[in-house]
Protein backbone atom coordinates (compact mmCIF):
# COMPACT_ATOMS: atom_id res chain seq x y z
CA UNK A 1 0.00 0.00 0.00
CA UNK A 2 0.85 3.81 -0.39
CA UNK A 3 0.45 7.13 1.44
CA UNK A 4 1.03 10.57 0.06
CA UNK A 5 1.27 13.46 2.52
CA UNK A 6 3.20 15.97 4.36
CA UNK A 7 5.55 14.82 7.69
CA UNK A 8 3.48 17.19 10.59
CA UNK A 9 5.77 15.36 13.23
CA UNK A 10 9.02 13.25 14.04
CA UNK A 11 8.72 11.49 16.62
CA UNK A 12 11.72 10.37 19.10
CA UNK A 13 13.97 7.44 18.13
CA UNK A 14 13.88 4.38 20.22
CA UNK A 15 16.41 1.80 20.21
CA UNK A 16 17.89 -1.46 22.26
CA UNK A 17 18.84 -4.42 22.15
CA UNK A 18 16.99 -7.86 21.36
CA UNK A 19 17.01 -11.25 23.23
CA UNK A 20 19.66 -12.26 21.15
CA UNK A 21 21.88 -9.11 21.52
CA UNK A 22 21.22 -7.62 18.29
CA UNK A 23 20.86 -4.02 18.23
CA UNK A 24 17.80 -2.35 16.84
CA UNK A 25 16.41 1.72 15.93
CA UNK A 26 13.05 2.14 14.98
CA UNK A 27 11.77 6.02 14.17
CA UNK A 28 8.22 7.06 13.95
CA UNK A 29 6.78 9.77 11.90
CA UNK A 30 3.10 11.50 11.51
CA UNK A 31 1.72 11.96 7.89
CA UNK A 32 -1.24 14.24 6.89
CA UNK A 33 -2.90 13.63 3.87
CA UNK A 34 -3.67 15.63 1.24
CA UNK A 35 -7.36 15.14 0.78
CA UNK A 36 -10.79 16.95 1.30
CA UNK A 37 -10.38 15.73 5.00
CA UNK A 38 -6.90 15.02 5.73
CA UNK A 39 -5.97 12.56 7.68
CA UNK A 40 -3.10 11.69 10.00
CA UNK A 41 -1.12 8.53 9.70
CA UNK A 42 2.02 7.49 11.99
CA UNK A 43 4.25 4.81 10.30
CA UNK A 44 7.29 3.72 11.81
CA UNK A 45 10.74 2.79 9.67
CA UNK A 46 12.81 0.21 11.31
CA UNK A 47 16.39 -0.05 10.99
CA UNK A 48 18.82 2.16 11.39
CA UNK A 49 19.83 2.16 7.63
CA UNK A 50 16.70 2.57 6.55
CA UNK A 51 16.64 5.24 8.36
CA UNK A 52 19.44 6.76 7.59
CA UNK A 53 18.22 6.09 3.41
CA UNK A 54 15.14 7.94 4.06
CA UNK A 55 16.50 11.32 5.84
CA UNK A 56 12.77 12.69 6.33
CA UNK A 57 12.77 15.75 7.86
CA UNK A 58 9.74 17.43 9.37
CA UNK A 59 7.84 19.21 6.36
CA UNK A 60 8.42 17.51 3.70
CA UNK A 61 6.29 15.87 1.39
CA UNK A 62 6.66 12.32 0.83
CA UNK A 63 5.02 9.14 -0.60
CA UNK A 64 5.18 6.34 1.70
CA UNK A 65 4.60 2.67 1.09
CA UNK A 66 3.88 0.21 3.79
CA UNK A 67 2.59 -3.13 5.13
CA UNK A 68 0.02 -2.99 8.31
CA UNK A 69 0.58 -5.72 10.82
CA UNK A 70 -1.71 -6.36 13.51
CA UNK A 71 -0.67 -8.40 16.70
CA UNK A 72 -2.83 -9.92 20.32
CA UNK A 73 -0.89 -9.07 23.52
CA UNK A 74 -3.32 -10.02 26.10
CA UNK A 75 -6.34 -9.97 25.04
CA UNK A 76 -5.94 -6.57 23.05
CA UNK A 77 -4.83 -5.78 19.65
CA UNK A 78 -2.08 -3.49 18.62
CA UNK A 79 -1.45 -2.33 15.17
CA UNK A 80 1.89 -1.18 13.34
CA UNK A 81 2.04 0.32 9.89
CA UNK A 82 5.76 -0.41 8.75
CA UNK A 83 7.19 1.51 5.89
CA UNK A 84 9.58 -0.18 3.65
CA UNK A 85 10.21 2.59 1.18
CA UNK A 86 9.75 6.51 1.13
CA UNK A 87 10.05 8.28 -2.27
CA UNK A 88 10.37 12.58 -1.36
CA UNK A 89 7.72 13.92 -3.42
CA UNK A 90 8.57 17.40 -5.73
CA UNK A 91 5.07 19.37 -5.20
CA UNK A 92 3.92 20.36 -8.95
CA UNK A 93 2.06 23.89 -8.41
CA UNK A 94 -1.63 23.54 -8.12
CA UNK A 95 -4.19 26.11 -9.15
CA UNK A 96 -4.59 27.45 -5.60
CA UNK A 97 -1.01 27.36 -4.95
CA UNK A 98 0.14 29.00 -8.48
CA UNK A 99 0.98 32.90 -8.45
CA UNK A 100 -2.22 34.89 -10.38
CA UNK A 101 0.49 36.75 -12.56
CA UNK A 102 1.65 33.17 -13.87
CA UNK A 103 -1.81 32.95 -15.71
CA UNK A 104 -0.97 36.83 -17.68
CA UNK A 105 -0.16 36.71 -21.16
CA UNK A 106 3.02 38.85 -22.20
CA UNK A 107 1.77 40.34 -25.15
CA UNK A 108 -0.11 43.80 -24.72
CA UNK A 109 -4.18 42.95 -26.13
CA UNK A 110 -4.41 45.36 -29.53
CA UNK A 111 -7.19 47.94 -29.32
CA UNK A 112 -7.04 49.92 -32.68
CA UNK A 113 -5.88 52.90 -33.42
CA UNK A 114 -5.70 55.99 -30.82
CA UNK A 115 -7.16 58.39 -32.49
CA UNK A 116 -10.03 56.52 -34.54
CA UNK A 117 -12.10 57.88 -37.37
CA UNK A 118 -15.83 57.59 -36.22
CA UNK A 119 -17.51 57.77 -39.59
CA UNK A 120 -21.54 56.20 -38.28
CA UNK A 121 -24.38 58.59 -38.90
CA UNK A 122 -25.04 58.76 -35.68
Known amino acids: MEITGKIIAVLPAQGGTSKNGNE ?3 QEYVLETFDQYPKKVCFQLFGADRIEQAAIQLGEDVTVFFDIDSREYQGRWYTNI ?14 ETQSPLDNTPLTTPDFGPVNPVDDLPF
Open 24 to 26: WKK
Open 82 to 95: NAWKVDHVAMQPTP
